[in-house]
């Protein structure tokens, strides 16, 4: 005889679970999926643990067998008890049901947003023990392989380290020759989560190493800003060398202009220069100088900060100054005297 065979449908609603039409697309479907997931989280509710862990096993439930067409043919046709219970025949899931007992819903949740917890924490707050074991695949485990299409949530992101804050540190040549140490105060804003800002003022020393070079930098590390989500900027202090009235620096030597006569650069002379540490320079030139000409006063330059010990040159460069007048009686005198010199450059 034969029997017809009729199961009411009882159990859960997946469709109202998810909040979802029964014909909706599979772009509507992991939507809800994930608004729903991200909201029950237990990890976001720390408060309401348990709803929430049971809450959020119920929407992977749901989500896992409408995702399915097998499995949802049978949902729509017999309702819950229809897949526990095997339902549909060659078509449907031989050697099983539906059951719980093994993957976590976290595998589903990691699947979309590539991690399992909020807080740092490793599957924070969520009872192990709940799966779904279909029958018809091998150990009786579902498959999940869903692609990750992004509806609006994206992955807590890691901190955005903040751009470099430059500042200048301006020296004199002075204390770039002999060394020094500065103090500089940095201000910066704190603001907590609470959006309340305020302001902390750190005073930072800087030891200037002799021999130091235009453009040497810096840096302090995490002393810019502090806002939530942002790693604090790095203070960075760049080297600017002041204008000296004496010297121009190049590399580790040293350049100066010396102005002298006609007479001296004919003659001879002895020339003296303020150096940078307080001394006084001299210098003897016997042989005739000429005009723009350019001599070279060994380690008298900047020290090397590669080679402690060790410095740059000083090299000199004559400006002569010629004479605004000469009476006849002086002219007459030097064509006297230059008239016999043979050697001229």
Not at 132 to 149: A, E, I, K, L, Y
Not at 151 to 177: F, H, M
Not at 201 to 221: A, H, S
Request: with cysteine; hydrophobic share 30%; proline share 5%.
């Amino acid at each position: 005889m034969n029997e017809d065979f009729h199961l009411e449908k009882m159990g859960k609603d997946y469709y109202q679970i998810l909040g979802v039409d029964k014909n909706c697309s599979d772009a509507e479907l992991k939507k809800a999926y994930k608004k729903l997931a991200l909201k029950w989280h237990p990890d976001r509710n720390i408060n309401n643990q348990q709803e929430a862990s049971e809450k959020f096993k119920e929407i992977a439930e749901a989500y896992s067998v409408l995702s399915d067409p097998k499995k949802k043919e049978i949902y729509d046709r017999y309702g819950e008890e229809g897949l526990k219970n095997g339902m549909g025949g060659a078509g449907g899931f031989p050697g099983g049901g539906f059951s719980f007992g093994g993957v976590d819903p976290m595998d589903i949740f990691e699947q979309f947003f590539g991690g399992s917890s909020f807080g740092g924490k490793k599957r924070g707050g969520m009872p192990k023990g709940f799966s779904f074991n279909v029958g018809g695949m091998p150990g009786g485990m579902h498959s999940f392989g869903m692609d990750d299409d992004d509806y609006g949530y994206s992955q807590p992101k890691r901190p955005v380290k903040a751009d470099d804050v430059i500042a200048n540190l301006n020296l004199t040549l002075e204390e770039l020759y002999k060394g020094c140490t500065k103090t500089r105060n940095i201000t910066k804003n704190i603001t907590t989560s609470n959006g309340v800002t305020t302001k902390k003022t750190n005073t930072v020393v800087i030891k200037v190493q002799p021999g130091w070079k235009d453009g040497t930098k810096l840096r302090y590390e995490g002393y810019g800003d502090e806002e939530p989500g942002v790693i604090p900027a790095d203070i960075v202090f760049v080297v600017k060398t002041k204008e000296h009235p004496v010297f121009k620096r190049e590399g580790d030597d040293l350049h100066c202009t010396k102005n002298i006569t006609l007479l001296q650069a004919l003659t001879g002379c002895e020339i003296e220069i303020p150096h940078l540490d307080g001394t006084t320079i001299k210098q003897k030139f016997d042989k005739i100088l000429t005009n723009n000409s350019k001599e070279t006063i060994y380690g008298k330059g900047m020290p090397i900060r590669k080679f402690p010990g060790q410095y740059g040159n000083l090299i000199v460069h004559f400006n002569i100054q010629n004479p605004t007048y000469l009476s006849q009686e002086q002219k007459d005198e030097l064509k006297k005297v230059l008239s016999n010199v043979s050697n001229w450059a």
